[in-house]
């Protein structure tokens, strides 16, 4: 038996898509998968229920909270709720974990600090059957260094992930550069970091028909707005652009992190209020592949601190729309490896204009040839059960 601990399930982000194709991804591989997950999660895409029981944990919607990054008072609420949600879910973790009998447990989702600490904390529990998987290799202290209490949090994750890379807990991330970041940030050799791909299927939908040639190239920003997410800095190279290249720009997703304002404001400043449409709210994931589909590029232009694999990259290649990622990133890198877009320096504005320009160019020249099938190939959840299968396997020899 295998437990997963997901503690998000449809609270935040696509933590839903991401967790139902892994746990398709572990079925596959032979396990019965039990998941502790949250209340609102939704298993109709899991595709096997004889070999899948989920345990819900009535914690709150983080959505309903806004996570104000600029007031301390916005961090303040929202850490109170994570902490909150965190010993609600940990105390339902336990339980199912000291009834059963399980081979392996994986920490999915949710907030790094807490996870490593239940793992530090946890008497009695074997290292070796137990996996977390870091979703940003953002241990590098530097990028923190003008503000305070997200450096005391990073530095206080990295001494924790320090102590537990030593045993045999296996270390996941999302792809070969967030190994080699994360590898580096703890100065450990580089096969101590396992990696599993973001697990991406299409469920049938796909990309039909051909654009009109005429029309604005359509730059879509999706997904909840965070600041470390770029919006900015994409408005404001927008800004750059000759008069005469075409675009519109569509932003879709959660402000509540950064307030419908903050949108409106950065359009405003960069006259973008012509090109622009919004769709400021959380959206299913019909709507999500629906906007994938109807756009021509989806541009995620993160900051440095950034350095993840997204599940908007992911939707946007199983879907076969272009990106425009950052170089540093495993977005970035699977855009580069796979052929399925165009990448730039992150936070290098000069680059990201060069790079929309020549994007948007490609586009109306029809003067593409991208990788998709390749993408698609490498991180269907068949393909990650195996790998992760292999990793917690091999750290038990």
């Not at 973790?93 to 000291?98: M, N």
């Not at 920490?107 to 793992?119: K, R, V």
């Not at 994409?234 to 932003?251: A, M, R, W």
């Amino acid at each position: 038996m295998y437990i997963l601990y997901n503690p998000q399930g449809n609270t935040e982000g696509h933590s839903q898509q991401y967790a139902s194709n892994i746990v398709n991804g572990l079925i596959s591989a032979g396990f019965f998968v039990n998941m502790v997950t949250s209340k609102d999660f939704d298993s109709s895409k899991i595709v096997d229920h004889t070999h899948f029981k989920a345990h819900y944990t009535p914690i709150e919607d983080t959505r309903s909270v806004k996570k104000d990054d600029r007031s301390l008072m916005g961090r303040f609420v929202y850490g109170f709720l994570i902490l909150k949600n965190n010993f609600k879910s940990f105390r339902t973790l336990t339980k199912i974990r000291k009834k059963s009998e399980f081979s392996h447990l994986s920490i999915i989702g949710g907030d790094t600090l807490s996870n490593l600490m239940y793992l530090f904390f946890s008497f009695g529990l074997d290292k070796s059957k137990c996996s977390i998987t870091i979703h940003n290799a953002d241990y590098d202290l530097s990028l923190y260094q003008n503000d305070l209490v997200r450096y005391s949090f990073k530095l206080i994750s990295k001494l924790f992930l320090k102590f537990l890379i030593k045993g045999r807990l296996v270390i996941f991330t999302h792809g070969e550069i967030m190994c080699k970041n994360l590898a580096l940030q703890l100065t450990c050799p580089l096969d101590r970091i396992d990696f599993y791909r973001v697990p991406a299927v299409s469920y049938g939908v796909t990309k039909v028909g051909n654009r009109v040639m005429s029309a604005p190239v359509r730059l879509l920003f999706l997904g909840v707005v965070r600041f470390d997410k770029g919006f900015d800095i994409l408005c404001s190279c927008l800004g750059q652009l000759e008069p005469t290249i075409k675009f519109e720009l569509i932003v879709a997703g959660s402000s509540a992190q950064v307030g419908d304002k903050y949108i409106n404001d950065l359009i405003v400043q960069y006259n973008l209020e012509s090109k622009t449409s919004l769709e400021l709210r959380y959206l299913t994931d019909l709507e999500l592949e629906q906007l994938i589909i109807g756009a021509d590029i989806t541009v995620l232009p993160y900051r440095k601190t950034f350095l993840a694999k997204s599940v908007v990259m992911s939707d946007t290649a199983r879907l076969g729309t272009p990106a425009i990622a950052t170089k540093e990133s495993q977005n970035g890198y699977d855009v580069d490896t796979f052929g399925v877009g165009w990448s730039f320096s992150s936070e290098d504005q000069g680059d990201l204009v060069r790079v929309l320009t020549l994007a948007i160019s490609d586009i109306f020249a029809n003067n593409c040839d991208f990788g998709f099938s390749e993408y698609i190939d490498a991180h269907l959840p068949e393909t990650v059960g195996i790998q992760i299968k292999s990793a917690m396997e091999n750290s038990n020899a």
